[in-house]
């Protein structure tokens, strides 16, 4: 499996992970190609429940839809911020986020606390840690988001990161933000 590039937080500094730095301790096999496998076959949907379990719990009902007939027609001032919100593109934006906040977590509390990886990376563990960081971004984060095109500008998605890791970091609340940025004011 490929590194994947995570930033640890704003100022962003590039540093590079990859999945067995992390993960692998959790997974059987005797190199990092067999920990990958049994990824992929026993442990990632787990994950992934997981982390989109929180997720979900903190955006629902105002953003995330409850049952597959709330999902957004487009007809609605509501319906157009899910769409907003559950465009992959952002979805994917805010779980890059949420996971480079986590890792950066995961990463001093190894180192302050001396404990084992395999013991922080229980996936009750994992998702009680996500729904704590994604407890931070308030649903009218997306709610008064006045802006667009996340598809077509890197910069416009690394800033919208950038954004998602203030709020993530608890470097200034959400209200100061809002004001200041041209993600929520229209000037």
Known sequence: MRA???REEPPLEDQSWNFDDVFGSVCKGANARERCEFWQRDLWFKYFDAFWTPVSENFTPRLWPETKEDWPTGSTNTDRTRRLLLRV???GLL???ILEKWRS???SDIAR???TLKKELKISK?????KVLVGRIDPDFFTTLNFAGFDASKDVRDDLVKQFLILLHERQPFDDIKANHKFWNAS
Not at 126 to 130: A, C
Request: hydrophobic content about 40%; aromatic content about 10%.
């Open 95 to 97: 779980q890059s986020a």
């Open 113 to 115: 606390e001396m404990t």
């Open 4 to 6: 994947t590039k995570f």
């Open 105 to 107: 977590d995961l990463k």
């Open 126 to 130: 994992f998702q009680q840690r996500i």
């Open 89 to 91: 593109t952002v979805l």
